[in-house]
């Protein structure tokens, strides 16, 4: 299962209306984009970073979803799956993700 993620940049305050460079943390700032692939399917979520284990839990049951729905339902319980981030600017590529956090520090600037 890969994901790729995207943050919003600091042009965000101007996007949403806000002006303040001060009042970043706002909601909208915290959400963070991810995109689920399993084979040929891609799914993007939006999830607010958080380091709450639950948060990446419910990441792992969509992941499982996606990958049963590539697999026709024939997944079994216990096969496990295993969750990397793209890293672009890391000799590794893949890195191994254990929870969301880990995507709250990758940033990716789409202009």
């Not at 996007?15 to 001060?22: A, C, E, L």
């Not at 499982?64 to 799956?81: H, I, N, T, V």
């Amino acid at each position: 299962m890969m994901l790729n993620n995207a943050t919003p940049n600091s042009a965000n305050s101007a996007t949403n209306g806000n002006h303040d460079v001060n009042a970043m943390d706002t909601w909208e700032d915290r959400r963070i984009s991810i995109t689920l692939q399993y084979g040929s399917l891609k799914e993007v979520l939006v999830l607010e970073r958080s380091s709450e284990p639950q948060q990446f839990e419910s990441l792992c049951a969509r992941a499982r979803q996606l990958a049963e729905k590539q697999c026709d339902g024939k997944l079994a319980a216990s096969c496990e799956l295993h969750l990397f981030r793209h890293d672009y600017n890391s000799p590794n590529m893949l890195q191994h993700l254990t929870s969301v956090t880990q995507l709250a520090l990758f940033f990716c600037s789409e202009t």
